[in-house]
């Protein structure tokens, strides 16, 4: 809205859930303290992510995607407002809006841990 009268269009890329390896980076890098100490909370989610990792990759995107995404808006004569990137990205607002808050966290919860 504030830039419409400077003739600029904006969008927003929802990108949804995007396959890199920043994950395995974060486990890499993370501190001894809530890796590896067992009294740290986040010691039980990350034994078992390791353990047991999700294949996500019916559901996530690749970069590739998002930069084509990009590609297209950019290219558009009438950009769209919002461009969804992943099949996640486009299911993720109806099921908050449909489920109950806390069912949609819950599934969302166990599609990531």
């Known amino acids: 809205m504030e830039l419409k009268d400077c ?25 001894y303290s809530w890796r590896d100490n067992p009294d740290n ?32 808006a950019v290219e558009a004569r009438k950009p769209k407002a919002r461009y969804k990137v992943t099949a996640m990205a486009r299911v ?8 109950p808050t806390r069912l949609a966290d819950s599934l969302t919860s166990k599609a990531v841990w």
Do not use: C, F
Request: hydrophobic share 40%; net charge negative; glycine share 4%.
């Open 7 to 31: 003739n600029i269009d904006v969008v927003l890329i929802e990108p949804g859930w995007i396959n890199t390896n920043l994950g395995q980076v974060a486990r890499d890098e993370a501190e």
């Open 41 to 72: 909370p986040y010691h039980r989610r990350m034994t078992a992510l390791e353990a047991s990792p999700k294949d996500n990759s019916a559901i996530e995107g690749t970069a590739q995607d998002v930069a084509r995404t990009i590609v297209r």
């Open 92 to 99: 993720m607002p109806l099921l908050t809006r449909w489920l």
